[in-house]
């Protein structure tokens, strides 16, 4: 194809489910370094996403480039906290 199209200016998320934040203990700081610590998110990326397939079953601060309304809900709802970065 010719011409211009914005698939190279796009943004590329990491998508993290709800459930593999449970690896984590109750009451810390989740961001992006964190996950890549961890092994949750690998590879090449502009950010983390936060999708909310599973079940969250503790208490954190979540700190993610992007969040889907699900998984905000659901960490709101056990007392966490959300922040995008």
Known sequence: KRGFNNVAFGTQYLPVN??????????????????????????????VKILGTGELQKRLTVKASAFSAAAKAAIEKLGGTVEVV
């Open 18 to 47: 709800l459930s593999a934040l449970n690896a984590f203990e109750e009451g810390t700081v989740v961001d992006a370094a964190l996950l890549r610590k961890a092994g949750i998110a690998k590879g090449a990326s502009d950010g």
